[in-house]
């Protein structure tokens, strides 16, 4: 059964940066990207960028270019997003997917706040 | 970026009724098209996949059919555990874009 875990809620100040995991189990991790979507509170939802964690290669949507940075453990099969210089705006549930979408994470509440 | 413009964005229907919520893409997209469904708190739970394959242990009542730039979730006899929000997702093509979704309530 593919499932992917991820971490628990964050709190974080703001200017500052927090990384949220996402564990993968039930299929090999290396043979597809994942993404990482946006939900803000009442909000639709915005794609974020995908890492291939074979090669490590990224894309990122223009939006979160200088917000978000995303990498891959192969040795544990856990994919991250780190969110930078935290505003109000950071506030969201942010969820990890993969094989175009069959398969979610069940979403991580960041919470900016000083 | 493909534009998904989902319609309508409220519905209310009656337990019973046969509901349809429509996705539009601004470009083809072949069958790349998803459709999930999000009560509140809680992840987006996938329904339909690549426009018409229903995913395992998800009532029969849910289909969807369409390709390339119109597509549509159907639910056949609502049922009051349907009462949530509805978005499609295209993943034809990054970046993926997201319907706005669709509020469904009980009248």
């Known amino acids: 059964e593919v499932q992917l875990q991820q971490s628990g809620p964050e709190v974080g100040r703001p200017g500052s940066s927090v990384k949220i995991s996402c564990k993968a189990s039930g299929y090999t991790f290396t043979d597809y990207v994942m993404n990482w979507v946006k939900q803000s509170p009442g909000q639709g939802l915005e794609w974020i960028g995908w890492i291939d964690p074979e090669y490590g290669s990224t894309d990122y949507a223009e939006k979160f270019k200088k917000k978000a940075t995303l990498t891959a453990d192969t040795s544990s099969s856990t994919a991250y997003i780190q969110l930078s210089s935290l505003t109000s705006e950071d506030t969201a549930t942010y969820f990890c997917?993969?094989?175009?979408?069959?398969?979610w994470g069940q979403g991580v509440m960041v919470t900016v706040s000083s | 970026d493909i534009q998904m413009t989902q319609s309508p964005s409220f519905l209310s229907a009656s337990v019973g009724d046969r509901v349809t919520i429509n996705c539009k893409a601004s470009?083809?997209?072949?069958?790349?098209l998803n459709w999930y469904q999000q009560k509140l708190g809680e992840a987006p739970k996938l329904l339909i996949y690549?426009?018409?394959s229903l995913q395992t242990g998800i009532p029969s009542r849910f289909s969807g059919s369409g390709s390339g730039t119109d597509f549509t979730l159907t639910i056949s006899s609502l049922q009051p555990e349907d009462v949530a929000t509805y978005f499609c997702?295209?993943?034809?093509?990054?970046?993926?874009?997201f319907g706005g979704g669709t509020k469904l309530e009980l009248k």
């Open positions: 470009q083809n997209i072949n069958r790349y």
């Open positions: 690549n426009a018409n």
């Open positions: 997917a993969s094989q175009g979408g069959l398969y």
């Open positions: 997702l295209q993943h034809n093509s990054w970046p993926w874009t």
